[in-house]
């Protein structure tokens, strides 16, 4: 699995954002839809400069359609999701899925 640079917590909240959207989004609509989930007050400058850390880190892309800027994602959740469990098993449970799989079920 491709190594992926680390997520703030806030990018990490922004990049959720993006991911559970149904359509690329800009970023107004992304500014409303973190503040609104992560209850958050976030002004537009702020979702912007994750959004630019986001762009160099690789997770996304953007592109401009008139006057707005729209964001592409690059990394899928999936591989996201899977890269984190992973670390979290090998520092938590030194890599055993089973000693994992038992303390989730506990």
């Not at 806030?10 to 991911?19: I, L, P, S």
């Not at 999701?81 to 979290?88: D, P, Y």
């Amino acid at each position: 699995m491709a190594e992926f640079e680390h997520l703030t917590d806030c990018e990490e909240m922004v990049m959720k954002t993006v991911w559970d959207a149904e359509r690329e989004l800009g970023l107004m609509d992304i500014t409303q839809e973190v503040n609104k989930v992560c209850q958050k007050n976030w002004k537009p400058q702020t979702v912007s400069t994750f959004l630019a850390r986001l762009v160099r880190k690789g997770y996304l892309k953007h592109y401009r359609q008139g006057r707005m800027f729209f964001y592409q994602i690059l990394i899928p959740r999936e591989k996201y999701v899977a890269k984190k469990a992973k670390e979290f098993i090998e520092f938590w449970n030194h890599g055993n899925t089973e000693e994992f799989l038992e303390a989730l079920m506990k």
